[in-house]
C-alpha cells in the first residue's frame, strides 16, 4: 500500500453512477489526490438491506456498477482496497436460499451457522449473557424452512444477514473464492469485515477469541500467497488492536476519532499524547467512515482502564449532540435502525460544529498521526448531516452516507476547507519525511507538535488549542524553519 492518503468511498454515492463515472471523477476533479481507493461493497446488491454488507452474491460485481473487468482498468490508475465480509452472507443468497429449500439435504447446509452448530448440547442463560453484542438483539434468529419446520440460524447483525461456518470446508472455499476474483481483478488490499465476529465457541464472548487470531492468520496467509495486504476490521479495547497489530498487515486506528474530538473539545492533548506512546505503526487512520463515530475503542474493558474516563466518553458523546444542533442524536441509539451500540451517527464535520478551523486542524492531525491516512468521501467534501436521507430509510448511518452527484462534487471543491484540505492532502502525500521517524512532543495539554524525520529533514505540525491554530513548517539541514501551511 502506498504510503499516500486514500479514498474511502461508495461507487454510485460519488457522482451518482456506476465505475466508469467513479474513473471519470477521479481523473477530473480529484486528480492526483489519492495513492488508494477503499471502495465499499460494490457486489451484488450494491443497495441490500446493509448498503452493500450483505452481499447475495459475494463474487459478483453488481451489473449496474459494471464489472470486473472495469475494477481491474480502475486499479491501473490507483491502489484498490475492496471489503471480504467474512462473517455472514445475504439471506437472498442462492445458497441459503437452497438451505431454506431442502433444508439438511441442501448441499450448502454445513455453510451456515446455527445455534446447534455452537451449542450441539443446549445453551445455558450464563453462556448466551456471556456473548459479546453490538447490537441489542440476540445472536439468532429464529426461520423458517419450506417443509415447516424452524431453525435458530446465527445473525450476528440482522435476520438478513447469515453467519458463515468459517471453518467448514465450504465456509472456507467460499472465502478462497472471492480472494481468487480479488487476485485476478487486481485489488491489492482487502479489508476484513467483521471479523472479530467470525468464530464461535461456547463459554466464551465470541467475540475476539483466540481462535479468531487463528482465523484472521490463516486468511491473511491465504491472502498474501495471493500479494493481496490483510487489513482488519475490529471495533475493540484498544490493547486487542495492538495485539492484532502484532499478527496482521494492517489495522485501523479507531481510537483516534474519538481521542481528536477530546483535544479539541476540551483543549486537553493528554490522552491524545498517551495514545501515541503506544498506538500501532502498521495501521490505517480514520476520522469518519460509513459507520458512526466509535466509542468502544477508547472505552475500559473488564475492569481495565481505557485511553478516557467513562465521565469523558460520555462527555464526548453529548458535545457531539451539542455540535450538531443534536441532529446525531435523532440517527443514533433507539432513536434510528441498523444501529450498533458503540457508534454514534453524524459526519465528522457536523461533529464540530462545522467549524473550519477545528476541521482543518483534525485531518492535519491524522494525517501526521502514525500510520496510512484515509479520507471519507463525505469528510473529504466537507459534507454535512443528510437529515433528508435518514428521514427517508429511518437508517441512522445514512446522515453520513449522502449521495452527491457530479455537479454537487464541483460545488463542494469550491469550498474553502475543501481546498484548504485538498492543500493538506498534497502535503501528505509528497512530503518525503512521512517515509521516516514520528515523534511528539508536548509542552502542555494545549499544546504539541507532531513531527516525522527522514535524514537531515523534518516535518513538523505545531498545534495550539487554545488559540485553534495549527501550522506544518519544515526544517531541512539544521536551516531555519519555513512554514508550508496553516490554519
Known amino acids: 500500500m502506498k504510503n499516500q492518503v486514500q479514498l474511502i468511498t461508495y461507487i454510485d454515492r460519488l457522482g451518482k453512477g456506476d465505475i466508469r463515472t467513479l474513473e471519470r471523477i477521479l481523473s477530473g476533479p480529484l486528480k492526483g489526490l489519492f495513492g488508494g481507493i477503499h471502495m465499499l461493497p460494490f457486489f451484488t446488491p450494491f443497495d441490500g438491506a446493509d448498503a452493500g454488507f450483505d452481499p447475495s452474491n459475494h463474487a459478483q460485481v453488481d451489473p449496474r456498477l459494471g464489472d470486473w473487468q472495469d475494477i481491474k482498468r480502475l486499479s491501473g490508475q490507483a491502489d484498490l482496497m475492496a471489503d471480504l465480509i467474512v462473517n455472514h452472507v445475504s439471506s437472498e443468497s442462492p445458497q441459503f436460499q437452497d438451505v431454506l429449500a431442502k433444508g439438511e439435504q441442501s448441499k450448502f447446509n454445513k455453510l451456515f451457522l446455527t445455534m446447534n452448530s455452537v451449542f450441539p448440547d ?86 475476539m477469541i483466540p481462535e479468531t487470531f487463528d482465523f484472521i492468520a490463516q486468511l491473511t496467509e491465504q491472502a498474501r500467497a495471493r500479494n493481496i495486504e490483510v487489513l482488519v476490521e475490529i471495533h475493540s479495547y484498544y490493547q486487542t488492536q495492538i495485539e492484532i497489530a502484532a499478527k496482521v498487515d494492517r489495522v485501523y486506528d479507531f481510537a483516534l476519532p474519538p481521542l481528536i474530538l477530546h483535544t479539541l473539545f476540551n483543549k486537553d492533548a493528554a490522552p491524545l499524547m ?69 457508534q454514534v451517527n453524524c459526519s465528522f464535520y457536523d461533529a464540530l460544529g462545522k ?30 448531516n443528510d437529515m433528508e436521507l435518514l428521514a427517508t430509510t429511518k437508517v441512522g448511518r445514512d446522515i453520513n452516507r449522502r449521495y452527491f452527484s457530479e455537479q454537487d462534487i464541483e460545488a463542494h471543491i469550491q469550498q474553502p476547507v475543501v481546498q484548504k484540505l485538498f492543500e493538506l492532502i498534497r502535503i501528505r502525500n509528497e512530503a518525503p519525511e512521512f517515509n521516516g521517524v514520528f515523534s511528539f512532543e508536548s509542552t502542555a495539554n494545549h499544546e504539541f507538535v507532531l513531527s516525522w524525520q527522514l535524514e537531515d529533514s523534518t516535518i513538523s505540525l505545531a498545534v495550539d488549542l487554545n488559540q485553534n491554530q495549527a501550522i506544518i513548517f519544515t526544517v531541512k539541514n539544521a536551516k531555519p524553519s519555513r512554514d508550508i501551511w496553516k490554519i
Open 122 to 207: 443446549g445453551v445455558t442463560e450464563q453462556q448466551i449473557c456471556s456473548i459479546y453484542r453490538p447490537r441489542p438483539n440476540l445472536p439468532w434468529s429464529m426461520i423458517k424452512l419450506a417443509d415447516g419446520s424452524t431453525r435458530l440460524f446465527w445473525t450476528t447483525f440482522t435476520a438478513q444477514q447469515i453467519d458463515i461456518d468459517v471453518e467448514s470446508e465450504q465456509g472456507q472455499q467460499y472465502l478462497l473464492n472471492i480472494l481468487d476474483e480479488f487476485h485476478q481483478a487486481g485489488i491489492s488490499t482487502i479489508r476484513l469485515d467483521a471479523a472479530g465476529y467470525a468464530i464461535k465457541r461456547p463459554d466464551t464472548s465470541c467475540f
Open 274 to 342: 498517551q495514545w501515541f506512546n503506544v498506538s500501532p505503526r502498521n495501521c490505517i487512520t480514520v476520522l469518519d467512515t460509513h459507520d458512526g463515530i466509535g466509542v468502544i475503542d477508547v472505552g475500559a474493558d473488564n475492569g481495565r482502564p481505557g485511553l478516557l474516563a467513562p465521565q469523558q466518553i460520555d462527555d464526548l458523546v453529548e458535545q457531539i449532540h451539542r455540535h450538531s444542533n443534536s441532529e446525531s442524536r435523532l440517527a443514533t441509539g433507539a432513536a434510528a435502525s441498523n444501529l450498533d451500540l458503540y
Open 355 to 384: 467549524n473550519d478551523q477545528l476541521y482543518l486542524i483534525a485531518r492535519a492531525i491524522q494525517f501526521f498521526a502514525p500510520g496510512i491516512p484515509q479520507v471519507y468521501y463525505q469528510g473529504l467534501l466537507a459534507g454535512k
